[in-house]
Antibody, heavy 122, light 107 residues
Framework: EVQLVESGGGLVMPGRSLRLSCTGSGFTFGDYAMSWFRQAPGKGLEWVAFIRSKVYDETAEYAASVKGRFTISRDDSKDVAYLQMNSLTTEDTAVFYC?????????????WGHGTLVTVSS | EIVLTQSPDFQSVTPKERVTITCRASQSIGSSLHWYQQKPDQSPKLLIKFASQSFSGVPSRFSGSGSGTDFTLTINSLEVEDAATYYCHQTSSFPLTFGGGTKVEIK
């Protein structure tokens, strides 16, 4: 069974940083692209970042709203994906979901974690 | 950026009724359109991939159709457990985008 467990969320002040982690199990982590999505309170779904598998050089894509502030990365030896978030603003307050995409470069968001809440507030 | 326009925003339906949700893309996306169900306080779950392919374990009352710019999610014989918000999502090109969601309420 595919499982994705996010951690690292919490309350953070504007301008500060936070790193989210996502541990995957039940599949060969390194074979799959991974993503982060988010959902602000009472709002719809928003894609944040995407990273391809090592075969595709772990290249990444970002939403315009986070480009230059957020960095997605992965450590296949630990079956973990990360989202480093810098210069956080109140607009970043959301539940962040880790997602397993398709193999390699494929973007289909097949499985979602339960999410971790990030609250940016002074 | 590809904009996805979903309709309706909200639908109140009695059990056993058929539900139809539409999603229109601002440009052709082939069949790179997927449907998700999100129940309150839960993460989204994939229902239909690539416009019309059912995802593993999804009940057969859920079906999808369409290609290019116009897509439809149909729920045949709605059940009480289908109360949720439904989103369409395109993976044709970055940035990946979602429709605004359709909330389905059970009368």
């Amino acid at each position: 069974e595919v499982q994705l467990v996010e951690s690292g969320g919490g309350l953070v002040m504007p301008g500060r940083s936070l790193r989210l982690s996502c541990t995957g199990s039940g599949f060969t982590f390194g074979d799959y692209a991974m993503s982060w999505f988010r959902q602000a309170p009472g709002k719809g779904l928003e894609w944040v970042a995407f990273i391809r598998s090592k075969v595709y050089d772990e290249t990444a894509e970002y939403a315009a709203s986070v480009k230059g502030r957020f960095t997605i990365s992965r450590d296949d030896s630990k079956d973990v994906a990360y989202l480093q978030m810098n210069s956080l603003t109140t607009e970043d307050t959301a539940v962040f979901y880790c997602v397993r995409n398709g193999q390699g470069w494929q973007q289909l968001a097949s499985y979602w974690g339960h999410g971790t809440l990030v609250t940016v507030s002074s | 950026e590809i904009v996805l326009t979903q309709s309706p925003d909200f639908q109140s339906v009695t059990p056993k009724e058929r539900v139809t949700i539409t999603c229109r893309a601002s440009q052709s996306i082939g069949s790179s359109l997927h449907w998700y169900q999100q129940k309150p306080d839960q993460s989204p779950k994939l229902l239909i991939k690539f416009a019309s392919q059912s995802f593993s374990g999804v009940p057969s009352r859920f079906s999808g159709s369409g290609s290019g710019t116009d897509f439809t999610l149909t729920i045949n014989s709605l059940e009480v457990e289908d109360a949720a918000t439904y989103y369409c999502h395109q993976t044709s090109s970055f940035p990946l985008t979602f429709g605004g969601g359709t909330k389905v309420e059970i009368k």
